[in-house]
Nanobody, 125 residues
Framework: VQLQASGGGLVQDGGSLRLSCAVSRRPFSELAVGWFRQAPGKEREFVAAISSSGGSTSYADSVKGRFTISRDNAKNTVYLQMNSLKPEDTAVYYC???????????????????WGQGTQVTVSS
């Protein structure tokens, strides 16, 4: 499985960005997908996840009401719409996938099967 994250960039405080995670080499419908982020000097943290069916989603408290995760099975892509961005959202954002939803939502980073490269999000104040 290969995951390709894109869509990062520089945005002002209060702005919006949409990240994309394109998934290949496995039936996309079998995979739960999540987003994690890592700021300089900090540990990687959970942001959001969506189940393989799309019927379940989960968010970190810090992004609830501002970020929305979704998936388009026809395009093998998961999106993270980020609104009302804050400087503390600045980080490298990684998409991750697993055949099970649980490892993503329970933040078991060490056991998650697949990771993409990161995309930088910078929010200026």
């Amino acid at each position: 499985v290969q995951l390709q994250a894109s869509g990062g960039g520089l945005v002002q405080d209060g702005g919006s960005l949409r990240l994309s995670c394109a998934v290949s080499r496995r039936p996309f419908s079998e995979l739960a997908v999540g987003w994690f982020r890592q700021a300089p000097g900090k540990e990687r943290e959970f942001v959001a996840a969506i189940s393989s069916s799309g019927g379940s989603t989960s968010y970190a408290d810090s992004v609830k009401g501002r970020f929305t995760i979704s998936r388009d099975n026809a395009k093998n892509t998961v999106y993270l719409q980020m609104n009302s961005l804050k400087p503390e959202d600045t980080a490298v954002y990684y998409c991750a996938a697993d055949t099970q939803y649980n490892p993503l939502v329970t933040r078991r980073i060490s056991v998650i099967l697949y990771w993409g490269q990161g995309t930088q999000v910078t929010v200026s104040s």
